[in-house]
C-alpha cells in the first residue's frame, strides 16, 4: 500500500482519489473548498462514444481533426476507447446525466459529426459530476484537507517524496509520500479575460517546473467564443460562459450589422472548431470598434431556453437581459489550457513518483485545439490511467517528449525586474500580447515588460508570473499557425511533421521544439 497525496479536487483529483483509495492510503490537499475548480462550472458536458450509432473511431477522427495534427494518437486513443466505460462507471456512482424519452440525453457542439455530448441539469453538467464525485469520496471516508495550498512538490533523490503545503490557518507543513498526483487544473487566470474560476493560477504547473519536471505545449490558449462579459462575483477575471451547445441547438452569431458572419468563414459556420469561431469572432468586433457581436437564441424560445439552459437562462435574466427575444452580447475569454506537465498515458511526468492528471497536464490528447467537452473527460480517463498505474513501474517520459538531444530548454530563473508586479497587468499583457492573434513584435514586447516585473514572494502571482514567461517564450518560439495558436506573421501551419513545445527546466536556453 502507498502513500498517495492528490492535489487538485475537480474531476481530475477526485476520479484518482476514488481510484486509488481501492489499494492505497490517500489524502486529497485542496487550496479551497471541494467544489472550488472549473470542473463545477462546466456547462455543455463530456463527449464519449456511448450511443449506438457512434464509434471511437468516429470520436477519435473528430479529436484528430480538431487538433490540428499536433494530438498525440495514443493519448486520443486512449481518451476515445477508454471514455465510454469510465462515463458508465460515473453513471453507476450516481452522476444523473439527463434523459429523454430515448434514454441518456445527447447533445451537438462545435466538431463533432454526431450528438454525443452527455449533460446534467441542461447545463450544469460539471456541478452534477462535482456533487457526485465529492459525495463518493465522503461515502469512502477519504482524508481531504481543504483549505491546503501546494506550494511546492518535494524531490528526493530526484523522485517526488511529497508536498509542501499551507493551511488555512497560515502554517506551513509536508507531506510525505510515495506517490504525488497533481491534478490543479488550468492557468486562465493569466488573462485579462477568462472562463475560468479564481483558482486556476497554474500553481500545480509551475510547482512541477520547479521540480524538474518537462512542460509542453504551454502556448495553446484555447479562447472559448462565446463569453458573456459578466462579473462572476468570485474574485478573479472570471467572466459567465454561454455554451456552445447553445449553437449546437441553433443559435446563430451576428455582427453589429446583423450578418451571419460565420457562413463566410467556415463551411460548419457556427459549428466551426472554436478556435476558428473565436479568431472569426476578433474580426468583427476589431471591424466594429470593439463592440461584442452577438449571439442569437431568439428562435429557440423562451420554454425551451429556460428547460435545456437554466443556468445561463438565470445569468442572463439576472444581467436584465431576456435572451429568448434579445441576442446575447458575447466576446472570446481564455478558457482552457491544452499545454502543461508533459506526461505519458498514464499520467507519468518525467520526475519519477509525480504524476499531473486533467487540465494540468499534457497528454497530447487535445492537439493544438480541444474537440469540446473532451475535457472533463480527460480528466475521467487519465485520473483512473494514473491511480491503476501507482504500484507500476516507472517508465521514461513518452517519446514524443523526449527525443534524446533534441528536447529544448529554457532558463528556471531569469533576471529579476525592478518594477512591482501587479496580477491585472500581467493579465493584461498576456491579453494583448499573446492572444487570440500573436505576432512576434507583440510577444517580444509582452515578454519584456513580464521581465521587467519583480517576481512576487512564492504564491499564485509568483505562479502566474513564471507561467507567463513561459507561456510567452513557447509562443514566441513557434514561428507558425496552428489550432489556437495563431500567428499573423506566420498565419500558415509549417511544413512537415507538426512538433511539440517541449519546456526543459535546465539553465540553457535553447530552441524549444521536438518532432513528434
Ligand atoms: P479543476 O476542476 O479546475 O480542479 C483543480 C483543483 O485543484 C481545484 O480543486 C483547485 O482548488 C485545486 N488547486 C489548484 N491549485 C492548487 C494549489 N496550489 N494547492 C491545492 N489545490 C490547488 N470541459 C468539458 O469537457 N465540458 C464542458 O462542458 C466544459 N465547460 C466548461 C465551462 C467553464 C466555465 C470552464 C471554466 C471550463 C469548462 N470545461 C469544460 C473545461 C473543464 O471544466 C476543465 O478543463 C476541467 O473541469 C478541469 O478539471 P481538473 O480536475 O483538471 O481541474
Ligand atoms: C461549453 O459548454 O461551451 C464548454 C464546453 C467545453 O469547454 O468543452
Given at each position: 500500500m502507498a502513500r498517495v497525496v492528490v492535489v487538485g479536487s475537480g474531476i481530475a483529483g477526485l476520479v484518482a482519489a476514488l481510484r486509488a483509495a481501492e489499494r492505497h492510503e490517500v489524502t486529497v490537499v485542496t487550496k479551497?473548498?471541494?467544489?472550488?475548480?472549473s470542473t463545477r462550472y462546466a456547462q455543455g458536458g463530456i463527449a464519449a462514444a456511448v450511443f449506438s450509432d457512434d464509434s471511437v473511431a468516429a470520436h477519435v477522427a473528430d479529436t484528430l481533426r480538431a487538433g490540428a495534427g499536433l494530438n498525440v494518437p495514443a493519448a486520443v486513443e486512449a481518451l476515445c476507447g477508454d471514455g465510454p466505460r469510465r462515463v458508465r462507471e460515473l453513471i453507476a456512482l450516481g452522476v444523473a446525466f439527463d434523459r429523454d424519452g430515448q434514454g441518456l440525453a445527447r447533445g451537438l457542439e462545435a466538431a463533432h459529426s454526431s450528438a454525443r455530448v452527455l449533460h446534467a441539469g441542461g447545463d450544469a453538467t460539471g456541478a452534477e459530476i462535482e456533487r457526485a464525485l465529492d459525495a463518493a469520496v465522503r461515502r469512502a471516508g477519504i482524508r481531504v484537507l481543504t483549505g491546503?495550498?501546494?506550494?511546492d512538490v518535494v524531490v528526493t533523490d530526484g523522485a517526488a517524496s511529497g508536498v509542501a503545503l499551507r493551511l488555512a490557518d497560515g502554517t506551513e507543513t509536508q507531506l510525505d509520500a510515495d506517490a504525488v498526483i497533481l491534478a490543479t487544473g488550468g492557468w486562465g487566470q493569466l488573462y485579462a479575460h477568462t472562463t475560468n474560476p479564481a483558482i486556476a493560477t497554474g500553481d500545480g504547473v509551475a510547482a512541477a517546473w520547479r521540480a524538474g519536471a518537462l512542460l509542453a505545449d504551454l502556448e495553446f490558449t484555447q479562447f472559448h467564443?462565446?463569453?458573456?462579459?459578466?462579473?462572476?462575483?468570485?474574485?478573479?477575471?472570471r467572466v459567465f460562459l454561454v455554451s456552445e451547445a447553445v449553437r449546437g441547438e441553433g443559435a446563430v452569431l451576428r455582427n453589429a450589422r446583423g450578418e451571419r458572419f460565420m457562413l463566410d468563414a467556415h463551411p460548419d459556420a457556427e459549428l466551426a472548431p472554436r478556435d476558428v469561431v473565436a479568431r472569426a469572432i476578433a474580426v468583427e468586433m476589431a471591424a466594429q470598434d470593439g463592440l461584442p457581436v452577438v449571439l442569437d437564441a431568439t428562435a429557440l424560445g423562451a420554454d425551451f431556453l429556460a428547460r435545456r439552459f437554466p443556468t445561463i437562462d438565470a445569468a442572463c435574466r439576472a444581467a436584465g437581459i431576456d435572451w429568448s427575444r434579445e441576442p446575447v452580447p458575447v466576446t472570446p475569454a481564455a478558457h482552457y489550457a491544452m499545454g502543461g506537465v508533459v506526461t505519458d498515458i498514464q499520467g507519468r511526468?518525467?520526475?519519477?513518483?509525480l504524476f499531473a492528471v486533467g487540465e494540468v497536464a499534457c497528454t497530447g490528447a487535445q492537439g493544438a485545439n480541444r474537440l469540446a467537452s473532451n475535457s472533463l473527460l480527460e480528466g475521467l480517463v487519465f485520473a483512473h490511467r494514473a491511480a491503476e498505474a501507482i504500484s507500476e513501474p516507472w517508465t521514461e517520459v513518452p517519446a514524443w517528449a523526449a527525443a534524446p538531444g533534441s528536447a529544448g530548454s529554457a532558463e528556471r530563473e531569469v533576471p529579476d525586474g525592478d518594477e512591482p508586479f501587479d496580477r491585472a497587468r500581467l493579465q493584461s499583457l498576456l491579453w494583448t500580447g499573446a492572444g487570440l492573434h500573436r505576432d512576434r513584435a507583440g510577444l517580444q514586447r509582452a515578454a519584456r515588460a513580464l521581465a521587467s516585473l519583480r517576481m512576487p514572494a512564492p504564491g499564485e502571482d509568483a505562479n502566474l508570473l513564471q507561467l507567463g514567461r513561459l507561456v510567452v517564450a513557447a509562443a514566441l518560439s513557434r514561428e507558425e499557425s496552428r489550432g489556437a495558436h495563431f500567428r499573423s506573421d506566420f498565419p500558415l501551419p509549417a511544413a512537415g511533421t507538426p512538433r511539440h513545445t517541449v519546456l526543459a527546466p535546465l539553465s540553457v536556453p535553447t530552441e524549444v521544439t521536438v518532432p513528434c
Open positions: 479551497g473548498t471541494i467544489a472550488d475548480g491546503a495550498y501546494l506550494r467564443p462565446t463569453a458573456l462579459r459578466l462579473p462572476s462575483g468570485d474574485g478573479g477575471s511526468t518525467s520526475v519519477p513518483g
